[in-house]
T-cell receptor, first 111, second 116 residues
Framework: GDSVTQMEGPVTLSEEAFLTINCTYTATGYPSLFWYVQYPGEGLQLLLKATKADDKGSNKGFEATYRKETTSFHLEKGSVQVSDSAVYFCALSEAGNQFYFGTGTSLTVIP | DSGVTQTPKHLITATGQRVTLRCSPRSGDLSVYWYQQSLDQGLQFLIQYYNGEERAKGNILERFSAQQFPDLHSELNLSSLELGDSALYFC???????????????FGPGTRLTVL
């Protein structure tokens, strides 16, 4: 069945460091891929998405590229800020199917 | 603000009791999803409704049930509550079914359930 595996945390970085959170997926067809972010005490918010191979989703300085050959959708940001501290979830959806979320990766950025 | 509303924000109850959580989707969204988020289990998909009909079931216990009403709001009923049911319960909505071009889910702020 479909599934998402993402890098375990927690991740702690200094401000302005480079961020990568790995995400790989298993799907039977051609899923859409998502990154959601959950700030402390809040619900999940869509950060970015990509709907087909080689698409790059981007938002707020974050980027992720849909790589079909490696079944990956890694999240990257060139220079993190304290305000990026949150839990990040990778997810996929496939036609007629439910959404599948990864376990979440907690990021803490220290000044 | 995602446009998805959930009530109540907090709920404290005792073991063996029954509670109802309510969700109003974004205007125009036909799909509603329920999730449970606990510290040890992460984000678990419970159930999905689309335009009033059940479309997908995840790890939902038999003690739990849900429905979506003609006005598209949804309720999640939790009965015979146990200590382990303490968690954050999120509702999400989307325009269409998963996999389409408009399948982005928008999450509500959640209901925090505490079972004592």
């Amino acid at each position: 069945g479909d599934s998402v595996t993402q890098m375990e945390g927690p991740v702690t970085l200094s401000e302005e460091a480079f961020l990568t959170i790995n995400c790989t997926y298993t799907a039977t067809g051609y899923p859409s891929l998502f990154w959601y972010v959950q700030y402390p005490g809040e619900g999940l918010q869509l950060l970015l998405k990509a709907t087909k191979a080689d698409d790059k989703g981007s938002n707020k300085g974050f980027e992720a590229t849909y790589r079909k050959e490696t079944t990956s959708f890694h999240l990257e940001k060139g220079s993190v800020q304290v305000s990026d501290s949150a839990v990040y979830f990778c997810a996929l959806s496939e036609a007629g199917n439910q959404f599948y979320f990864g376990t979440g990766t907690s990021l803490t950025v220290i000044p | 603000d995602s446009g998805v509303t959930q009530t109540p924000k907090h709920l404290i109850t005792a073991t063996g009791q029954r509670v109802t959580l309510r969700c109003s989707p974004r205007s125009g969204d036909l799909s509603v999803y329920w999730y449970q988020q606990s510290l040890d289990q992460g984000l678990q998909f419970l159930i999905q409704y689309y335009n009033g009909e059940e479309r997908a079931k995840g790890n939902i216990l038999e003690r739990f049930s849900a429905q979506q009403f003609p006005d598209l709001h949804s309720e999640l009923n939790l009965s015979s509550l146990e200590l382990g049911d303490s968690a954050l319960y999120f509702c999400a909505s989307s325009v269409a079914l998963a996999g389409g071009p408009s399948d982005t889910q928008y999450f509500g702020p959640g209901t925090r359930l505490t079972v004592l």
